[in-house]
C-alpha cells in the first residue's frame, strides 16, 4: 500500500508506476497515511516535501529472498519517483 496525507504529488507516481506492473496496491490501504502519520505530516509535509510510506505484507518481505524481490522492484521506482518530482519542482532544494 501507498500511504499519502494530503500532499499526494509522490503518491500518485507511485500508484501508477505499481499498478502498471501489475502489482496490487492500495491507495491509503491497509490503513489511511491521513491519520496519525507524524513522519508524513511533520518531516514531508511541514516543510513542503512530497512524501509518502509504502506498505508491504510481512510475509513478503519475511526472508532475505522476498526482502531483494522488493527492492529490486522499489528501487526503479523509487529513482522514478524522485526522477519526475525533480522535474516538476517537487522537491525541496
Known amino acids: ?23 496490487v496496491t492500495g491507495d491509503n490501504e491497509p490503513y ?6 507524524a513522519t508524513l505530516d511533520r518531516h514531508g509535509e511541514a516543510n513542503g516535501i512530497a512524501s509518502l510510506s509504502i506498505e508491504i505484507r510481512n ?13 529490486m522492484i522499489l528501487a526503479p521506482i523509487l529513482a522514478e519517483i524522485r526522477n519526475r518530482l525533480a522535474s516538476t519542482g517537487g522537491l525541496a532544494t
Open 1 to 23: 500500500g501507498i500511504l499519502s496525507n494530503n500532499d499526494r504529488r509522490a503518491a500518485e507516481i507511485a500508484l501508477s508506476l505499481l499498478t502498471a506492473q501489475g502489482l
Open 32 to 37: 489511511s497515511g491521513r491519520l496519525l502519520n
Open 59 to 71: 510475509d513478503l518481505i519475511a526472508d532475505a529472498g522476498g526482502v531483494a524481490r522488493w527492492a
